[in-house]
């Protein structure tokens, strides 16, 4: 631009923007006629506030701020004792049961449809899916229309009791329900899609570890994991050493993506999606929710 040139912004644009954007007036005559030189438009301008330190920090809504990067490691026990496992077991299953219905099934449908279709995989393609955490059974109807054969998981057996009750009432006669037990993690045969949407959140990091590896063993070659989890909570940290081992309602537990995708590797299992969803209500920038497709090799 030449010096006599006229700079593309007005003054009361930039002015304007700020008020807009900032809520405020900018700092001095000086500062305006920087910006009415280094930006080519009011939409660059405007783009350029928006993305500046002082919109995120001071501006925008903590919970749509974005997490910083890195994330502090959560200081989590991933190994399972055995003798723990029981106690595990019961306190995910009264966290979930304290926490009540949180299925969006016609979401939660639309989003397994465009997972499969994203992937180039026909639903007729997938033999036996397996619902870990299908609680009342809710989702099950849909699994049932969409593949040959269906199975689903719960470590409640009130739960599974209401699910049997309603897919009988329903007539649906491909679907069959297990109970998870600590002798059991996987009570069912192998599968070609093991599907846990909304459930592993409540499960302490050394069970969420030992149901992953006992879903990703029993994949048939070429079969597919979609679960979602946290893998990141704000001051998170868990031990069953210094955390007790009884029910707690309500609770949400992390486990961390290098771990996850560590014992993917280990299982034979390749990442094929992995996408940010929102975390349940009130956690937005405490908590990173991950949603993982990963493929058993053929």
């Known amino acids: 631009m030449r010096a006599d040139a006229e700079p593309p912004l007005s003054a009361e644009e930039v002015i304007?923007?700020?008020?807009?954007?900032?809520?405020?007036?900018?700092?001095?005559?000086d500062i305006i006629e920087a910006h009415r030189r280094a930006h080519g438009s009011v939409e660059a301008f405007a783009a350029a506030v928006l993305g500046s330190e002082e919109f995120r920090e001071q501006v925008l809504p903590a919970a749509l701020r974005p997490l910083p990067v890195p994330l502090p490691a959560n200081d989590v026990q991933t190994r399972l004792d055995p003798a723990s496992l029981p106690g595990?077991?019961?306190?995910?299953?009264a966290a979930r049961q304290h926490?009540?219905?949180?299925?969006?099934?016609?979401?939660?449908?639309?989003?397994l449809d465009a997972l499969l279709a994203r992937l180039g995989r026909l639903p007729e393609s997938i033999g036996h899916c397996v619902e870990h955490g299908c609680g009342e059974g809710r989702l099950i109807p849909h699994l049932a229309?969409?593949?040959?054969?269906?199975?689903?998981?719960?470590?409640?057996?009130?739960?599974?009791?209401?699910?049997a009750a309603a897919l009988n009432a329903q007539g649906i006669t491909r679907a069959a329900l297990a109970q998870v037990t600590a002798e059991a993690l996987f009570p069912a045969a192998d599968c070609d899609l093991w599907l846990c949407l909304g459930g592993m959140r409540f499960h302490p990091p050394p069970l969420a570890m030992v149901v992953l590896e006992a879903a990703l063993d029993a994949l048939n070659p070429g079969g597919l994991a979609v679960f979602d989890l946290p893998v990141w909570i704000a001051d998170y940290r868990f031990s069953t050493a210094g955390d007790p081992a009884t029910p707690a309602?309500?609770?949400?537990?992390a486990l961390p993506q290098p771990v996850i995708f560590a014992l993917a590797d280990a299982m034979g299992c390749v990442p094929r999606l992995l996408r940010e969803t929102p975390p349940p209500g009130g956690q937005a920038g405490r908590m990173l929710v991950n949603l993982f497709v990963l493929e058993k090799r053929r």
Not at 16 to 29: I, K, M, Q, S
Not at 99 to 109: A, I, K, L, T
Not at 249 to 253: K, P, Q, Y
């Open 249 to 253: 309602g309500g609770e949400t537990h």
């Open 16 to 29: 304007l923007t700020y008020r807009a954007v900032l809520g405020r007036l900018p700092e001095n005559h």
């Open 99 to 111: 926490e009540g219905p949180d299925m969006d099934v016609s979401q939660r449908v639309a989003l």
């Open 145 to 163: 229309a969409r593949f040959g054969r269906v199975t689903g998981l719960d470590a409640s057996r009130v739960s599974l009791a209401t699910a």
């Open 88 to 93: 595990l077991l019961e306190r995910a299953c």
